[in-house]
């Protein structure tokens, strides 16, 4: 349930709000509307039943949200979510980009990829040390080796990193070398994990699962929410019975998650397509469809890569991506061409 608060309505009205919501045994967060307070309620609102919300001094009027996620929901929080990454704005005006090899393989590797992220105007840095392989036999990743390998690129390049948290041991040790931590696609429905990645207090990114609804992965935001407002959602395909390509990228859901939801949304046209030749036309149309940035693989020498070498894109076809990302994106703004349609 949403409490709308009149325009007019005082601290002490709010204070007075939260206080009966809380006697009643549920949890109440105070937002910014547009034009007014509003008071989200969590938990099970039949305890409200007795109590006559709607007649307390301030209120408007009280809203049921229909969803089984709410902290999620754009009924709950109508303003688009703009998340602060020590100055980086994921979810403002300009696109967030995050670009780096599948995986952390070197420092020598993990140097030059850095190098070229950076000449193409990228934020942030990627790169896995914990890499979730379909086989166990594959290139597992170089794990806290890895982790600091990244934050020595952080020091040389001034780029944000992202990268993988695969276990609840490993989110002590990812929370201290990166700035937003990641949840890969085979985790979005590990729910022990979700919940403790919760607490780790710096921004999340979670990935659709391979075979997840948009409703199934607003929910699982939602466990992270409970004690982590700052969620990146990142679409990044899904399966569906085309085998040219590895996913389906589904770029409905940016309209879709811009509808249902206040969060920010990235599109990762790699794993999205598992085709280096394919990534360009989908960054320029994720943009173009409202998506507030993009993730990408570049590696220094795709032909070498330890993993997704196939959908890793060259120095030379980075940067011609980035030029006309940019170009799309300003365009865009300059023109104010909004696609987002919300109500
Ligand atoms: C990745 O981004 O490194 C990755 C493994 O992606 P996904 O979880 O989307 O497969
Ligand atoms: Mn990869």
Redesign the pocket.
């Known amino acids: 349930m949403v409490i709308i608060m009149r325009p007019e309505a005082t601290l002490e009205n709010i204070v007075e709000v939260t206080r009966v919501v809380e006697a009643a045994g549920l949890q109440a967060k105070i937002m910014e509307g547009a034009q007014q307070k509003i008071i989200g309620v969590i938990g099970d609102k039949t305890k409200l039943v007795s109590v006559a919300i709607d007649a307390l001094p301030g209120v408007e009027n009280s809203v049921a949200i229909s969803k089984s996620y709410k902290l999620a929901s754009r009924e709950f929080h109508p303003q688009n979510t703009v998340i602060d990454v020590d100055g980086v704005k994921i979810g403002g005006d300009e696109p967030a980009i995050m670009a780096g090899p ?2 952390v393989e070197s420092r020598e590797q993990l140097f030059a990829a850095a190098d070229i992220v950076k000449a193409g105007g990228a934020q942030f840095l ?1 790169g ?1 040390a914990y ?2 392989r379909t086989s166990p036999y594959s290139f597992q990743g170089l794990e806290v080796e890895g982790l600091k390998i990244l934050a020595e690129a952080r020091e040389r390049t001034g780029l944000k990193i992202i990268t ?1 948290v695969t276990t609840v041991e490993g989110i002590a040790p990812v929370a201290e070398y990166s700035d937003i931590l ?6 979005m429905q590990n729910f022990g994990l979700l919940k403790e990645v919760g607490k780790c207090g710096k921004p999340v990114m979670l ?2 699962g ?1 075979a997840a609804t948009i409703d199934e992965w607003l929910n699982a935001a939602e466990y992270i929410m409970n004690d982590n407002p700052n969620v990146i959602l ?1 679409e ?2 899904i399966r569906t019975y085309e085998t040219y390509t590895r996913n389906t990228l589904d770029l409905s859901a940016v309209a879709a998650v811009k509808h249902l939801s206040h969060l920010p949304i990235i599109v ?1 046209p ?2 999205g397509t598992g085709k280096w030749r394919m990534i360009k036309p989908m960054a320029f149309a994720a943009i173009a469809a409202g998506a507030d940035g993009l ?1 990408m ?1 570049v590696h220094p020498n795709p032909a070498k890569a330890l ?2 070498g196939s959908q890793s894109l060259t120095q030379e076809h980075y940067l011609d991506l980035m030029n006309g990302v940019k170009k799309i994106a300003k365009f865009m703004k300059d023109e104010n061409l909004n696609p987002i349609v919300i109500d």
């Open positions: 599948c995986a990627r896995g890499k979730p993988e990641q949840i890969g696609a085979r985790n990935k659709r391979l990142c990044r395909g990762d790699s794993h993730m693989e993993s997704d």
